[in-house]
């Protein structure tokens, strides 16, 4: 199994030796979904030694600060592109140059994050990971992923009757994710997963409305903020955050509709 974190953490740490030389979203958001794997693992091996509480609380520390900041530079791109679609021919100048302002600072606060790093903190990493891989057995193994996504499904329970809220949709993303991920990680060592492909299809399904919802709401958001920011608009803005909150709405039924039917076999 430490295979697969090794591939992993070899090229994260080549991403983040890039990204100091010449910060690029596109391999900013790279380095997020090694982070995130990376995360993953962490929480199989805290299920298997749970007795050690430095594991749980220290070993991914010191990139949480920098997994958070790669997150803006994605929720920035979702955003940016949303309006990129939605905008069709109309000219909306003020909001682009508000968006031109936020690209350049964030991506600066990023950039001077990532330089800062020491590279200690990759050295203990592996070291880490390294040292609590050994000696690993399937059965272990199997029972850890397992527990990991047992409490990732009763945690997405919270929204199962009625019509979902923001939070438990964002929930439900998240921990849809999670359990992709051990799921591949299981299939990769060997050891069968917990769902039929037939959960699965349904969970990719789920999983890709829910990013289109996702999409929708933080630019709905973001939008807003630049409305509150400027109280004097034209009302094609206006059109533009009523359309955005009609959309928004009709994808949450959709992802309703689709976790309710998901939610059974779970």
Same mark, same amino acid.
């Given at each position: 199994m430490f295979q697969l974190f090794e591939k992993q953490y070899r090229e994260a740490r080549s991403l983040t030796d890039a990204l100091g030389k010449s910060?690029?979203?596109k391999?900013?958001?790279?380095?997020?979904?090694?982070? @995130?794997?990376?995360?993953?693992?962490l929480?199989?091996? /805290?299920?298997?030694?749970? =007795? &050690?509480?430095?594991l749980k609380f220290e070993s991914f520390s010191e990139f949480r600060i920098l997994l958070k900041a790669l997150k803006r530079v994605h929720h920035y791109k979702l955003v940016s592109r949303t309006f990129d679609e939605e905008k069709g021919k109309v000219a909306y100048s003020l909001y682009?140059?508000?968006?031109?302002?936020?690209?350049?600072?964030?991506?600066?606060?990023?950039?001077?994050?990532?330089?800062?790093?020491s590279p200690d903190i990759w050295e203990s990493l592996y070291a880490t990971a390294y040292g609590y891989s050994r000696g690993i057995k399937p059965l272990t193994v199997e029972t850890a992923t397992r527990k990991l996504i047992d409490e990732e499904v009763e945690y997405?329970? @919270?929204?199962?009757?009625?019509?979902?809220?923001?939070? /438990?949709?964002?929930?439900? =993303? &998240?921990?849809?994710?999670?359990?992709?991920?051990?799921?591949?990680?299981?299939?990769?060592?060997?050891?069968?997963?917990?769902?039929?492909?037939?959960v699965h299809e349904n969970m990719s399904q789920l999983l890709k409305v829910l990013g289109k919802w996702n999409q929708t709401s933080l630019?709905?958001?973001?939008?807003?903020?630049?409305?509150?920011?400027?109280?004097?608009?034209?009302?094609?803005?206006?059109?533009?955050?009523?359309?955005?909150?009609?959309?928004?709405?009709?994808?949450?039924?959709?992802?309703?509709?689709?976790?309710?039917?998901?939610?059974?076999?779970?």
């Open positions: 910060f690029r979203s391999k900013a958001l790279e380095l997020e979904e090694k982070l @995130i794997f990376v995360d993953v693992y929480h199989i091996l /805290n299920k298997i030694h749970f =007795k &050690e509480e430095r682009e140059a508000f968006l031109i302002a936020e690209k350049r600072d964030l991506y600066k606060d990023v950039f001077e994050l990532i330089i800062s790093r997405m329970h @919270i929204g199962e009757k009625g019509t979902l809220e923001s939070q /438990n949709m964002r929930d439900i =993303k &998240e921990g849809l994710q999670v359990i992709t991920l051990v799921e591949n990680i299981k299939i990769a060592v060997g050891l069968s997963p917990v769902f039929t492909t037939d630019f709905a958001q973001h939008l807003n903020y630049f409305l509150s920011e400027n109280e004097e608009v034209s009302n094609k803005y206006l059109e533009l955050a009523k359309r955005m909150k009609a959309k928004k709405k009709r994808l949450a039924l959709e992802v309703t509709s689709l976790w309710n039917k998901l939610f059974p076999k779970m």
